[in-house]
C-alpha cells in the first residue's frame, strides 16, 4: 500500500504515531518519526531498524520540523507525505470547562495542539512545492472538535484547536490543491494511548465509552484501529481526495451515550 513512499511521522514514537510506524513499514514504506521526549524512544528505534530514522525534538519551535525534513531527504532522497499525530492535553495547565480555563491551559493546549500543526504543515507544504512532489498531509483531530461530549470530556481549549484543525486543513487543502498537495484529516474518539490514561482508569467514564463508542462491543479505541484509514490517505490509493474528515470513532458522533 506505501511501497517506496517515505513518510515522515509527527508524534511517531508511542501510541497512534507508533503503531502507524509499524503498519507503514509492513506495507513498504519508509519512515522518518520525531517524537517529543526519549521516553519511548527505544521502541520505536527498534520497530524502524533499518528502514527509517528516529528523532527527538520539540515540534513547536520554529524551523524544527523544516530541519528535520531536510535530515529526511538528505537520508532518503524525498518526502512523499506527512503524518501529524502530535498534540497532548492541556488539562495539567488549567484547560477545562470555560470559566475555569486558565490562560496559561488555553496558550499551552494551542500550541501543543494547533501551532504545531501550522509549524509541521507550513515546512512540508514549502518542500513540496519547492520539490514540486504531489505530496500528502494527514493530521490528526479529535472527535471533541465537532461532537462534543460535556460531562467527562469538558477541555473546551483542546476542542477549540481540534475544531480549529479541522478548518484549518480545508482551508489550505482547498489553496494547495492547484499543486496537486492533499490535506485531510482523521479524527478518533477515545484511544487507548498515554494521554487517555486518565479516562481509561475511570470506571463511570468507561461505562459511558461503551454505549458512546458501541461498535465491537463497546470499547476504547486501539491505536492500530486508525492505521488503514492513515495508511490510505497517505498512499496513491486516495490521489483524488482531499479536505475529508474521517471519523475513526466507534460509533461517537451517531451515539447518545448513557451516563
Known amino acids: 500500500m506505501l511501497k517506496n513512499k517515505t513518510i515522515l511521522i509527527i508524534g511517531g514514537t508511542s ?15 519508509e519512515v522518518f518519526a520525531i517524537g517529543r521526549d526519549d521516553e519511548y524512544l527505544e521502541r520505536a528505534v527498534e520497530l524502524i531498524g533499518t528502514n527509517g530514522l528516529v528523532i527527538t525534538a ?3 519551535k520554529e524551523n524544527v520540523v523544516s530541519d528535520a525534513i531536510g535530515q529526511c531527504h538528505e537520508s532518503f532522497g524525498k518526502i512523499d507525505g506527512l503524518y501529524h499525530v502530535a ?9 477545562g470547562p470555560l470559566h475555569e480555563l486558565t490562560l496559561e491551559g488555553w496558550n499551552k493546549t494551542l500550541e501543543l495542539n494547533l501551532t504545531s500543526i501550522m509549524l509541521s504543515n507550513q ?3 514549502r518542500y513540496f512545492i519547492e520539490k ?9 483531530g479529535s472527535v ?3 461532537k462534543p461530549s460535556k460531562t467527562y470530556f469538558s477541555t473546551h481549549a483542546y476542542a477549540a484547536a481540534k475544531g480549529a484543525i479541522i478548518s484549518f486543513s480545508k482551508s489550505i487543502a482547498a489553496y494547495y490543491a492547484e499543486y496537486n498537495i492533499r490535506v485531510n484529516v482523521l479524527a478518533p474518539s477515545l484511544v487507548e494511548t498515554p494521554m487517555s490514561k486518565r479516562a481509561s482508569e475511570n470506571a463511570d467514564i468507561m461505562n459511558f465509552v461503551k454505549t458512546k463508542q458501541p461498535l465491537d462491543g463497546g470499547r476504547n479505541g486501539r491505536t492500530d484501529d486508525l492505521d488503514g484509514a492513515a495508511a490510505y490517505f497517505l498512499s496513491d ?3 483524488f481526495t482531499t479536505g475529508q474528515v474521517l471519523a475513526v470513532d466507534g460509533g461517537w458522533g451517531i451515539s447518545d451515550g448513557q451516563l
Open 237 to 239: 490509493l486516495s490521489k
Open 123 to 125: 515546512a512540508i507544504i
Open 58 to 60: 520539540d515540534i513547536t
Open 87 to 95: 498534540g497532548g492535553s492541556g488539562r495539567r495547565f488549567g484547560d
Open 15 to 29: 501510541g497512534i504515531g507508533l503503531s502507524a510506524v509499524e503498519f507503514f513499514i509492513k506495507n513498504g514504506a
Open 144 to 146: 471533541l472538535g465537532y
Open 132 to 140: 514540486n512532489i504531489s505530496g500528502s498531509v494527514l493530521n490528526l
